[in-house]
Nanobody, 115 residues
Framework: QVQLVESGGGLVQAGGSLRLSCAASGNIVSFNTMGWYRQAPGKQRELVASITSGGFPNYADSVKGRFTISRDKSKNTVYLQMNSLKSEDTAVYYC?????????WGQGTQVTVSS
């Protein structure tokens, strides 16, 4: 079993920045891809960014140039640096991870961007 715990969400004004963290713990043998999804009210959950075990990132078009995903393998932690935030970035952000063929989710952290 693997646990993912997110932190770093909150309320920020448009144009501001936040950094989300996701720490993984438990029976971790090997990580594959880790990433971030988000879900706004009334909308489907969507991929924001992901990063492979080799460190290759992938971003949704809507966040390219504004968000940066990174990971610290020694800490089993993935980060999402979010800059130039917009009101449309308001959502619950979820961390996810593929570990030994299983898919895990965090509990989510709220990000609210005020205009």
């Amino acid at each position: 079993q693997v646990q993912l715990v997110e932190s770093g969400g909150g309320l920020v004004q448009a144009g501001g920045s936040l950094r989300l963290s996701c720490a993984a713990s438990g029976n971790i043998v090997s990580f594959n891809t880790m990433g971030w999804y988000r879900q706004a009210p009334g909308k489907q959950r969507e991929l924001v960014a992901s990063i492979t075990s080799g460190g290759f990132p992938n971003y949704a078009d809507s966040v390219k140039g504004r968000f940066t995903i990174s990971r610290d393998k020694s800490k089993n932690t993935v980060y999402l640096q979010m800059n130039s935030l917009k009101s449309e970035d308001t959502a619950v952000y979820y961390c996810d991870a593929w570990v030994s063929g299983y898919h895990y989710w965090g509990q989510g952290t709220q990000v609210t961007v005020s205009s």
